[in-house]
């Protein structure tokens, strides 16, 4: 199932050292974005895709996230992962389409390996216009500025809210459908991210991380109270 143009796609991640980490957790997240009118889910790792899967029809951009000191990629950064996340039940698989090394095949071939092999659709999450084109030449399904921010070349943006320049940017170079993704944490921001073109907005850590959630209220507090 792909995603629709107009979506509002949640991301129900939480790692191991977040008390909802688990794949119970995550599908009730799944659940309840669902219920609040989520039309797609972002997850990361075969359990939880698994267990989101077994909890609604919606589309679900499946990752795998692996960290390898000796690499920068850690977003589905081989086949293999990328087959785990198909199988467990993800109807799209994200993965990291920067040009930075990996630990498995160059990404024109994995993506062309997944949509031929697995027959899903791809899902680029990119930092630069640059890597935005590259990723639409290797066939790449949907563009994402989920990394904008978190490349050493874009660290610069990442205590500037979401990268709506570069979203602005693929929508006018690409003739794929460009998502917005990363910091988008407010209502009015993803109002902005359509009003620029995107054809889906993912909101993450606004939505389903309240550990962060609570910071934010808790630094509001204790600026009051100091
Ligand atoms: C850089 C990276 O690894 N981003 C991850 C990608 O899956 C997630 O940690 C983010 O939460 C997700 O992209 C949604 O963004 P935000 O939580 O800002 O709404």
């Not at 509002?8 to 599908?27: E, I, T, Y």
């Not at 199988?87 to 498995?104: E, K, M, S, V, Y």
């Not at 993803?190 to 054809?199: P, Q």
């Amino acid at each position: 199932m792909p995603i629709l143009k107009g979506a509002l796609v949640v991301s129900c991640q939480a790692r191991a050292d977040n008390p909802l980490h688990g794949p119970v957790h995550m599908a009730a997240m799944a659940r309840a974005a669902e219920a609040g009118g989520a039309s797609g889910i972002r997850a990361n790792g075969a359990e939880d895709v698994v267990a989101i899967r077994a909890a609604t029809a919606l589309p679900i951009i499946g990752i795998s996230k692996v960290w390898d000191d000796r690499f920068p990629v850690y977003i589905t950064p081989g086949f293999d992962d990328a087959a785990q996340i198909a199988a467990a039940g993800a109807d799209i698989i994200g993965l990291d389409a920067t040009g930075r090394p990996r630990n498995g095949e160059p990404v024109e071939r994995l993506i062309a390996r997944i949509r031929t092999e697995l027959g899903r659709e791809v899902f680029a999450d990119i930092a630069t216009l640059e890597e935005g084109r590259a990723a639409h030449a290797h066939g790449a399904t949907y563009v994402a500025s989920t990394l904008s921010g978190y490349t050493e070349e874009t660290t610069a943006r990442k205590g500037e809210g979401p990268d709506l320049e570069l979203l602005e940017a693929l929508v006018a170079a690409l003739p794929v459908p460009v998502v917005a993704e990363g910091r988008f944490d407010t209502p009015e921001l993803v109002a902005e991210a359509f009003r620029r073109g995107a054809h889906a907005v993912v909101v993450g850590t606004a939505i389903t991380n309240p550990r962060e959630i609570t910071k934010k209220f808790v630094r509001a507090a204790q600026a009051w109270t100091a």
